[in-house]
């Protein structure tokens, strides 16, 4: 049986801000999960490579697990509801801009690693 599903998108030009600085951008992406949360969002999405700190992927890249990907867990548990993170991420000594699907218990039950890097990405 199908059902509707409420679904939000933040929308907001990425801030440029260094590894260490990712604290203090990470609380200011709080507020979009709490109003989308009010709103009876179900699925929230963030841009993508919203969450991408400042330098080469390969100094950026985290586990799914880090910082950035924990944060996003605790905002889906905290306010019961599915979150699509953007990240770069590395497994497997291979770098991907990827999307990761949480679900409301902070869980993650998907990921997609963009298939058709830009020249930039390559580079």
Known sequence: MSRY????SVS??????????TGPFLEHLEKFVWR?????CE???FPEAHY??????????EEIG?????WAMEMARKYDLHLIWPMVTFEDDTIYNSAVLIDRKGE???????????KGEIE
Do not use: C, F, W
């Open 43 to 45: 699925i929230l999405a």
């Open 36 to 40: 989308a949360s009010e709103m009876g």
């Open 5 to 8: 599903v409420t679904v939000g």
């Open 52 to 61: 991408r700190p400042e330098g080469k992927y390969p100094d950026v890249a």
């Open 66 to 70: 880090g910082r950035g990907g924990s």
């Open 12 to 21: 907001e030009s990425r801030p440029v801000y260094s590894k260490d600085e």
């Open 108 to 118: 993650v039950i998907g990921s997609y690693h963009k298939m058709n890097p830009t």
